[in-house]
């Protein structure tokens, strides 16, 4: 199984490279880098620590608090059992022409956590606050390709992570309106 999964990757690898190369090269430009690292810096939880936090403080915000933590820590579990398993390299190893512009939080690319999380708490946001729906999910898609241009991630990596993101947004809130019955 593992074989399989190598040599997925490896064809992978080979067909978003050009893709990658070209948003890559944005992060060789001062401004560009500096925008896009400090959109990924934000995406390592400090925005979404921020909106669980700010949730304690309104009458009605613990239920919302509660439910965006436990749907982040279920993410942060399951894309560390992914990534464990599935160990894709980051394009910047793999690839010397991908520089890499931002710290890795880790060795392994698959999936995106940053986009899982940034998906996650988009999705979940909109259902509490419809007001926010528009700048969460700007700020979702800017962190998704932040990862890509820095040299982090490869599309297939932001992809699963969204997919990932969505589903357990999707699965948490179905969850929640059961546990409001």
């Known amino acids: 199984m593992g074989t399989r999964i190598a040599t997925a990757f490896e064809r992978f690898d080979r067909a978003e490279l050009r893709f990658c190369r070209v948003l890559n090269r944005s992060s060789g430009l001062t401004t560009p880098r500096a925008f896009f690292q400090a959109i990924s810096r934000l995406g390592d939880g400090?925005?979404?620590?921020?909106?669980?936090?700010?949730?304690?403080l309104l009458p009605d915000g613990t239920f919302p608090a509660?439910?965006?933590a436990l749907t982040g820590g279920a993410g942060l579990l399951a894309y560390k059992?992914?990534?464990r398993h599935a160990v894709r390299e980051r394009?910047?190893?793999?690839?010397?022409?991908?520089?890499?512009?931002?710290?890795p939080l880790?060795?392994?690319?698959?999936?995106?956590g940053h986009t899982l999380h940034a998906v996650s708490f988009a999705i979940l946001g909109a259902h509490y606050w419809p007001a926010l729906a528009a700048p969460l999910a700007a700020f979702?898609?800017?962190?998704?390709?932040?990862?890509?241009?820095?040299?982090?991630?490869?599309?297939?990596?932001v992809a699963a992570g969204?997919?990932?993101?969505?589903?357990?947004?999707?699965?948490?809130?179905?969850?929640?309106?059961s546990l409001a019955l």
């Open 91 to 103: 394009p910047f190893i793999t690839h010397p022409a991908i520089s890499c512009a931002a710290a």
């Open 46 to 56: 400090w925005i979404w620590y921020a909106l669980i936090l700010s949730q304690l």
């Open 140 to 157: 979702a898609a800017l962190v998704a390709l932040s990862r890509i241009v820095l040299g982090l991630h490869y599309p297939t990596d």
């Open 66 to 68: 509660v439910h965006l």
């Open 162 to 177: 969204a997919l990932l993101g969505s589903g357990l947004a999707l699965g948490s809130l179905k969850i929640a309106a």
């Open 106 to 112: 880790d060795r392994y690319s698959f999936p995106s």
């Open 81 to 83: 059992f992914i990534k």
